[in-house]
């Protein structure tokens, strides 16, 4: 929102104020557009933590599908219409906020009034020419999409509560983008996020709302990667989980994934333990996922080759590297690019279990080169081996 | 499964080999004299370095080996928990022991071992400078013992200089001063070795503990030297063949048997190979232990089949150099890998110091082998050949090689009868006096040589922790326990150390003697008790390397990773289970291989 829009005003909605701030906005600011291999730290507040994420794997040269960003300056131009502010208000007065089933009513008319309202030609025109470019650079007409929600609100603890997140697969031509855009703008108002808020005492305003636009990836395989080995915390190994198609038969544990524990220096793969995959969630003909039963060799054969498994290897290792930290890392094998060259990056975040242990030091102390040589000869390692 | 190894006064020889102790030494062998020490031990064959039956002077430089590592562990550095390795032959074959420290006396080492070894961790650079002028000065003086037949009459200059000492007191002075000299080499192959392992060991002790599951190759990776001296005879070979390319004689290698180096291009080549060949061809086709091993300089066949395999590389358009800068830069970015992966500057610290360490002691432990085993052996065998054909020359033996069955005590002997009746100028009696010996003894060899000796002997200790048994034999408690089950084992898996990464499927080819290393074909599994680095140029056309015994540096498994080769090392049975044609798949990343 910049000066010159008018301020959507619910404060007088909530009961107590216990919480309170305004978005900050910079004037300097004005693209509806950042694309994600053009992502700078600054765009953070307008692109959300799920934009901004991507943007940065991106940074670190990480194979990202390509997309772009609609950024939180689009989304505040729809509120430069100030009857749909009012009608929005009105409605949010309404709102009684121990009757669930009258506020599911109301937030569906609330994202119908988004969503039927007409976007600035401004904004329109923008989002269709990236579009537009996407497909060009990706050689393909109409260039299959996800569109993502991904708010962003400054200041909030937990912008992915406070805001919706809404996905939206296999998004397919320009009218089609625009729309889901829009229910992705409307998502902010979801019984749900208009509860959440209300019992936090957050500002609905405190929310606004990015979008993401990235290339569907049709994967012959996919799995997570971790970035070190889960039963011992080496972080010399990444421990990688892989199935048939897409990922969400390894996500929501509908098979035993292929599983493999791949050396990240010497870049060889370890171990691996081939399991029998029943299903796969695949794309159809007519562009809808499916979930489909796997029949013949594929069930019994690895899901991965060792050229990919070295090359998921490097590239969780090198999230790892950007951020920091161990990584948990969403990965998949683009049926559209060459073997070799194949591997995406869907997603990468901290990992959680081994990361919260308390560090503990392998050298006791300052190194003392004659001491150190004295403890091991006196306690050799392979003791432990007997 | 059996949790010990049969008694060494269990173990039934082959027949007709009865009398076979008078071969060694009485003190090498089991005996009633110390039972119940011996009884109590665990003894392995070392078939990595003595897989034959030993002859009498075999046995010399084993002796003299163990005894020179031994003494550096016990008498000189005071390394706080072991002693020496002891040894015994048994029917012909070298059994070792490593000897514990007491547990109560360790401590009281350790200030000793801190100050004697930290004198050399502290000056390693020098000492070693100075050892590698010791080892030059020492072969010099091998070359320069007079061997040669008792003159018929003293030199007139012995007379006009008063000297009074004549050629036959000399040559007994000069076979006195060739056992001392074979005695100082083999102390200075053990000078740092023992140190070296122990700085390498620490480094891999806090890699392990940093990362439990670090692959033993990874950290060997770290430590190894990029131009190293073991390398060196190979790449002479490649840059012969290069320049009898460039020269235009490639084709005179076609027979490696039959070389004729004509004209002006042959006499520039033959000065290429002259100036190579001192000291890199003093290469052994063995280990440098055996009276059989063939030496590079005095068989130009077994180079020369390399040179042409060579060429023949080169002419397909192949590019044999060996990729120095990919080399270093490889080994750079693991080490870096795994410092970035430490999870504090306390613990980088550490891992510099050691691994700083690390690199500074290995370049001895690596090229160590070459100036002993190779060079001052291919000097040694050269020198006792020449005694023997000296002694068989003027009638004391009956042949040249008889020398090989007397032992080194007994030479003495045919020494003085030489001298005593060169002096007297009358009849001597060795060659009737050995002659029925030396019959005797070839016999029980040849039948202690077609028998197969057992892998190990009495109860092994619960934990191994002699620091040369695990890292230059591989020897760990997992692997004896493997050794003793290995009857109830499957038949087609064998599990050994993941010497060399990677997994490839291929044929099989055993190979039991350095000879036969020619009749390798392009992508065979080579399976051998051991390999020997002379073997490096047939590295390039195998798929991959089994070997019976070895640890993570032995030969076979620094050569493996430098040539990029998967290698599983220490199997124990390789070459028994394995048959040459067997299809097998070999894991170097997990230490399995399976017969298919």
Same mark, same amino acid.
């Given at each position: 929102?910049?000066?010159?829009?008018? *301020?959507?005003?619910?404060?007088?909605?909530? /009961?107590?104020?216990?919480?309170?701030?305004?978005?900050?906005?910079?004037?300097?600011?004005?693209?509806? *557009?950042?694309?994600?291999?053009?992502?700078?730290?600054?765009?953070?507040?307008?692109?959300?933590?799920?934009?901004?994420?991507?943007?940065?794997?991106?940074?670190?040269?990480?194979?990202?599908? /390509?997309?772009?960003?609609?950024?939180?300056?689009?989304?505040?131009?729809?509120?430069?219409?100030?009857?749909l502010v009012a009608k929005v208000n009105d409605l949010l007065r309404s709102i009684d906020h121990d009757d669930f089933a009258a506020n599911r009513v109301t937030s569906q008319k609330i994202r119908a009034l988004i969503e039927q309202a007409p976007i600035p030609t401004d904004v329109e025109t923008d989002i269709r020419e990236a579009y537009a470019a996407l497909c060009t650079h990706c050689g393909v007409d109409d260039i299959a999409v996800a569109v993502r929600s991904s708010a962003t609100a400054e200041d909030l603890p937990d912008a992915s509560f406070a805001g919706q997140q809404d996905t939206f697969l296999w998004v397919v031509g320009a009218d089609a983008v625009v729309e889901n855009v829009r229910k992705c703008w409307s998502s902010i108002f979801t019984d749900r996020a208009i509860a959440y808020r209300h019992a936090q005492g957050y500002l609905h305003q405190a929310i606004a709302m990015s979008v993401g636009i990235q290339k569907m990836v049709d994967p012959i395989s996919s799995g997570v990667a971790f970035t070190l080995n889960p039963?011992?915390?080496?972080?010399?190994?990444?421990?990688? !989980?892989?199935?048939?198609?897409?990922?969400?038969?390894?996500?929501?544990?509908?098979?035993?994934?292929?599983?493999?524990?791949?050396?990240?220096?010497?870049?060889?793969?370890?171990?691996?333990?081939?399991?029998?995959?029943?299903?796969?969630?695949?794309?159809?003909?007519?562009?809808?996922?499916?979930?489909?039963?796997?029949?013949? !060799?594929?069930?019994?054969?690895?899901?991965?080759? !060792?050229?990919?498994?070295?090359?998921?290897? *490097?590239?969780?290792r090198r999230a790892e590297k950007h951020y920091g930290c161990p990584q948990d890392v969403e990965w998949a094998l683009d049926k559209h690019l060459p073997a070799g060259d194949n591997v995406?990056?869907?997603?990468?975040?901290?990992?959680?279990?081994?990361?919260?242990? /308390?560090?503990?030091?392998?050298?006791?102390?300052?190194?003392? /080169?004659?001491?150190? *040589?004295?403890?091991?000869?006196?306690?050799?390692?392979?003791?432990?081996?007997? | 499964m059996s949790n010990s190894f049969p008694s060494p006064f269990e173990i039934e020889g082959p027949e007709g080999a009865e009398g076979w102790e008078e071969l060694y030494p009485y003190s090498s062998s089991f005996s009633n004299y110390r039972k119940d020490y011996e009884d109590n031990r665990f003894w392995f064959w070392d078939s990595m370095h003595w897989g034959k039956a030993l002859t009498p002077w075999d046995a010399t430089f084993m002796e003299a080996a163990l005894a020179a590592l031994s003494q550096m562990n016990s008498r000189?550095?005071?390394?706080?928990?072991?002693?020496?390795?002891?040894?015994?032959?048994?029917?012909?074959?070298?059994?070792?022991?490593?000897?514990?420290?007491?547990?109560?006396?360790?401590?009281?080492?350790?200030?000793?071992?801190?100050?004697?070894?930290?004198?050399?961790?502290?000056?390693?650079?020098?000492?070693?400078?100075?050892?590698?002028?010791?080892?030059?000065? +020492?072969?010099? @003086?091998i070359e320069s013992i007079d061997f040669n037949p008792l003159p018929e009459m003293e030199e007139l200059e012995v007379i006009t200089s008063g000297s009074a000492i004549g050629s036959g007191g000399k040559l007994m002075s000069e076979y006195n001063r060739f056992r001392d000299l074979i005695m100082h080499a083999w102390q200075y192959h053990f000078e740092?070795?023992?140190?070296?392992?122990?700085?390498?060991?620490?480094?891999?002790?806090?890699?392990?503990?940093?990362?439990?599951?670090?692959?033993?190759?990874?950290?060997?990776?770290?430590?190894?030297?990029?131009?190293v001296d073991l390398f060196r005879p190979n790449e002479e070979l490649k840059v012969l063949a290069q320049k009898a390319i460039d020269l235009g004689i490639a084709r005179s290698f076609d027979d490696p048997n039959n070389v004729s180096l004509d004209g002006d291009a042959g006499a520039?080549?033959?000065?290429?190979?002259?100036?190579?060949?001192?000291?890199?061809?003093?290469? +052994?086709?063995?280990?440098?232990?055996?009276?059989?091993?063939?030496?590079?300089?005095?068989?130009?066949?077994?180079?020369?089949?390399?040179?042409?395999?060579?060429? @023949?590389?080169?002419?397909?358009?192949?590019?044999?150099?060996?990729?120095?800068?990919?080399?270093?830069? @490889?080994?750079?970015?693991?080490?870096?890998?795994?410092?970035?992966?430490?999870?504090?500057?306390?613990?980088? @610290?550490?891992?510099?110091?050691?691994?700083?360490?690390a690199r500074v002691v290995f370049p001895y432990v690596e090229n160590h082998n070459f100036y002993i085993e190779h060079w001052t052996m291919s000097v040694v065998w050269r020198k006792l050949k020449e005694l023997g054909a000296t002694l068989a020359k003027d009638g004391l033996l009956a042949n040249a090689d008889d020398l090989l069955f007397i032992r080194r005590d007994e030479v003495h002997e045919v020494l003085w009868d030489y001298y005593a009746n060169w002096a007297v100028n009358a009849p001597t009696a060795s060659a009737a006096h050995w002659a029925p010996i030396v019959e005797r003894r070839r016999a029980i060899h040849a039948k202690l040589d077609a028998w197969k000796a057992p892998k190990a002997l009495g109860a092994p200790p619960e934990v191994i922790t002699e620091p040369f048994t695990i890292m230059l034999w591989g020897i760990t408690s997992e692997s004896v326990n493997n050794w003793l089950g290995s009857d109830e084992g499957s038949e087609n898996e064998l599990t050994g150390m993941a010497a060399s990464p990677g997994s490839v499927e291929g044929i099989a080819r055993i190979i039991y003697e350095p000879d036969e290393v020619n009749d390798l074909e392009q992508g065979e599994i080579l399976v051998a008790p051991i390999t020997a680095p002379s073997w490096a140029p047939v590295f390039p056309k195998i798929q991959a390397c089994v070997t019976d015994i070895g640890g993570m540096m032995s030969h076979a498994a620094i050569v493996c990773r430098e040539y990029g080769v998967p290698a599983v090392t220490g199997t124990g049975f390789g070459t028994d289970k394995i048959k040459t044609g067997d299809r097998i798949r070999v894991d170097g990343s997990t230490g399995k291989v399976t017969i298919l």
């Amino acid at each position: 929102m910049c000066e010159s829009c008018p *301020i959507v005003d619910w404060e007088h909605e909530l /009961p107590t104020v216990r919480y309170f701030t305004a978005r900050k906005v910079d004037a300097a600011m004005t693209d509806h *557009i950042v694309w994600f291999d053009r992502y700078e730290q600054a765009h953070k507040p307008f692109v959300g933590g799920k934009n901004s994420s991507l943007g940065e794997m991106m940074m670190a040269e990480l194979p990202v599908p /390509p997309g772009f960003a609609i950024t939180t300056v689009a989304y505040d131009q729809i509120w430069r219409d100030a009857d749909l502010v009012a009608k929005v208000n009105d409605l949010l007065r309404s709102i009684d906020h121990d009757d669930f089933a009258a506020n599911r009513v109301t937030s569906q008319k609330i994202r119908a009034l988004i969503e039927q309202a007409p976007i600035p030609t401004d904004v329109e025109t923008d989002i269709r020419e990236a579009y537009a470019a996407l497909c060009t650079h990706c050689g393909v007409d109409d260039i299959a999409v996800a569109v993502r929600s991904s708010a962003t609100a400054e200041d909030l603890p937990d912008a992915s509560f406070a805001g919706q997140q809404d996905t939206f697969l296999w998004v397919v031509g320009a009218d089609a983008v625009v729309e889901n855009v829009r229910k992705c703008w409307s998502s902010i108002f979801t019984d749900r996020a208009i509860a959440y808020r209300h019992a936090q005492g957050y500002l609905h305003q405190a929310i606004a709302m990015s979008v993401g636009i990235q290339k569907m990836v049709d994967p012959i395989s996919s799995g997570v990667a971790f970035t070190l080995n889960p039963t011992n915390g080496d972080r010399s190994q990444v421990a990688i !989980d892989a199935s048939w198609g897409l990922g969400e038969a390894v996500v929501s544990g509908e098979v035993t994934p292929d599983n493999f524990l791949v050396d990240k220096v010497l870049r060889e793969v370890i171990k691996r333990e081939i399991s029998e995959k029943g299903t796969e969630y695949c794309l159809t003909e007519s562009g809808v996922v499916e979930k489909l039963e796997i029949v013949g !060799d594929r069930r019994t054969e690895p899901s991965v080759t !060792d050229e990919d498994l070295t090359a998921i290897a *490097i590239l969780a290792r090198r999230a790892e590297k950007h951020y920091g930290c161990p990584q948990d890392v969403e990965w998949a094998l683009d049926k559209h690019l060459p073997a070799g060259d194949n591997v995406v990056m869907l997603q990468s975040r901290p990992e959680t279990v081994w990361s919260q242990k /308390p560090k503990t030091s392998v050298s006791s102390g300052s190194y003392d /080169p004659m001491q150190s *040589i004295v403890s091991t000869l006196v306690s050799p390692l392979h003791k432990k081996s007997s | 499964m059996s949790n010990s190894f049969p008694s060494p006064f269990e173990i039934e020889g082959p027949e007709g080999a009865e009398g076979w102790e008078e071969l060694y030494p009485y003190s090498s062998s089991f005996s009633n004299y110390r039972k119940d020490y011996e009884d109590n031990r665990f003894w392995f064959w070392d078939s990595m370095h003595w897989g034959k039956a030993l002859t009498p002077w075999d046995a010399t430089f084993m002796e003299a080996a163990l005894a020179a590592l031994s003494q550096m562990n016990s008498r000189h550095y005071r390394i706080p928990p072991a002693d020496g390795v002891d040894f015994r032959i048994l029917y012909g074959y070298a059994f070792l022991s490593p000897v514990g420290v007491d547990p109560s006396q360790i401590e009281a080492r350790v200030p000793q071992f801190m100050e004697r070894a930290g004198h050399y961790f502290g000056n390693w650079d020098s000492l070693y400078d100075s050892w590698l002028d010791k080892v030059k000065t +020492t072969i010099a @003086e091998i070359e320069s013992i007079d061997f040669n037949p008792l003159p018929e009459m003293e030199e007139l200059e012995v007379i006009t200089s008063g000297s009074a000492i004549g050629s036959g007191g000399k040559l007994m002075s000069e076979y006195n001063r060739f056992r001392d000299l074979i005695m100082h080499a083999w102390q200075y192959h053990f000078e740092f070795l023992n140190l070296g392992y122990a700085a390498y060991l620490d480094f891999f002790g806090f890699c392990k503990e940093a990362f439990p599951s670090i692959p033993d190759l990874g950290i060997a990776k770290m430590v190894a030297g990029v131009e190293v001296d073991l390398f060196r005879p190979n790449e002479e070979l490649k840059v012969l063949a290069q320049k009898a390319i460039d020269l235009g004689i490639a084709r005179s290698f076609d027979d490696p048997n039959n070389v004729s180096l004509d004209g002006d291009a042959g006499a520039q080549w033959q000065a290429a190979w002259d100036e190579a060949k001192d000291p890199w061809f003093n290469f +052994t086709s063995g280990n440098g232990f055996y009276h059989f091993d063939k030496i590079w300089v005095e068989n130009p066949d077994i180079p020369y089949t390399f040179i042409k395999d060579y060429i @023949e590389r080169i002419e397909a358009g192949e590019d044999i150099s060996r990729p120095i800068e990919a080399i270093r830069e @490889e080994r750079d970015r693991v080490v870096g890998e795994y410092r970035d992966l430490l999870g504090s500057d306390e613990d980088r @610290e550490a891992f510099d110091g050691k691994l700083g360490l690390a690199r500074v002691v290995f370049p001895y432990v690596e090229n160590h082998n070459f100036y002993i085993e190779h060079w001052t052996m291919s000097v040694v065998w050269r020198k006792l050949k020449e005694l023997g054909a000296t002694l068989a020359k003027d009638g004391l033996l009956a042949n040249a090689d008889d020398l090989l069955f007397i032992r080194r005590d007994e030479v003495h002997e045919v020494l003085w009868d030489y001298y005593a009746n060169w002096a007297v100028n009358a009849p001597t009696a060795s060659a009737a006096h050995w002659a029925p010996i030396v019959e005797r003894r070839r016999a029980i060899h040849a039948k202690l040589d077609a028998w197969k000796a057992p892998k190990a002997l009495g109860a092994p200790p619960e934990v191994i922790t002699e620091p040369f048994t695990i890292m230059l034999w591989g020897i760990t408690s997992e692997s004896v326990n493997n050794w003793l089950g290995s009857d109830e084992g499957s038949e087609n898996e064998l599990t050994g150390m993941a010497a060399s990464p990677g997994s490839v499927e291929g044929i099989a080819r055993i190979i039991y003697e350095p000879d036969e290393v020619n009749d390798l074909e392009q992508g065979e599994i080579l399976v051998a008790p051991i390999t020997a680095p002379s073997w490096a140029p047939v590295f390039p056309k195998i798929q991959a390397c089994v070997t019976d015994i070895g640890g993570m540096m032995s030969h076979a498994a620094i050569v493996c990773r430098e040539y990029g080769v998967p290698a599983v090392t220490g199997t124990g049975f390789g070459t028994d289970k394995i048959k040459t044609g067997d299809r097998i798949r070999v894991d170097g990343s997990t230490g399995k291989v399976t017969i298919l």
